[in-house]
């Protein structure tokens, strides 16, 4: 397959001069802060490769002309964020069992020219329970965004035989709890029993205007309990800061952040990224 030179700048497609190896980027609409390109352009560099990634903004009704553009152009791989991981799938000749088993996509990648769509939120989610070699026997998932899926389908993996998801919404989580054959717990009952892992999947403590608050009541942590906030910035959220200072172990956005890009990297390159140096990377420019 022959694709002219050039990539999607947002606003229109450039030619650079590149080859078709070196066109990534991310879409999402609208695409607010995202740490995707600082990862993915350390990993480049680490590899010496000669590629640029991209935060590409594609409002929902561009993202056809630009699913056609990804063929007919050089772009090697795509992250895919909100709201387009459900709608990205009709476009791809190739979705994997995990990707599909959740029904979200966020990561694209060329196997020669089959145009495949992968979901590594999934492998991220469970990578940080992996290193701690922990499987809980109960969890609750707070939140029933796209988020929640990720987290369901990681736990569900795992083996964990107590779970539920609850919501603010409460149509949303009954949704899921079905498609996941899970429990539903009443947003307002959610801390009325005991879990051994709760996931913050919302956007409750995240910075700006919901920086200050907390899905949990700091009172109701135990100290057996593992909190896991899929939020990473700040890397402390107030509900990660509680459950600390309950005694609590607790788990960062910022690991599944990772371990999810490495994911992608490799899928998009056959390089495994160094996880502990992306971190470090990471933690510097968020501290900036
Ligand atoms: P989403 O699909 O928009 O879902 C957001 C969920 O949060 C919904 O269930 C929503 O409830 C709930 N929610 C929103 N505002 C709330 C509030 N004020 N109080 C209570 N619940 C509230 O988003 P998503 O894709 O799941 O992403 C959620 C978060 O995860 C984002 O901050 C995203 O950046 C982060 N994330 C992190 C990673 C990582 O690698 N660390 C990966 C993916 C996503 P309703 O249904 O009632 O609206």
Redesign the pocket.
Known sequence: MVRPEGWFSGTGWRAVGMTMNGSYGIIGWPLGHTMSPTLHSWGFEQFGMDARYTAWPVAPDELAPFMERVRTQPVAGLSVT?PHKQTVMPFLDRISDRAARIGAVNTVYWDGDVLCGENT?IT?FVAPLHALSFVPASALVL??????RAALAGLKELGVTRLAVT???LA?AEALAAAFAVDCVAWESRMDSGWQLVCN????G?SGA?EARS?WDAQVFSSDMLAYD???NPLETRFLREAREAGCRTVS?LD??VQ?GLAQFALWTGQSMDAAGAKGHLLGALKG
């Open positions: 909100i939120d991220g939140g029933a965004g796209g988020a929640a919501n603010r919404t949303k999947t919302t956007p409750l995240m919901e899905p899929i939020v990473y956005g599944m952040f999810q």
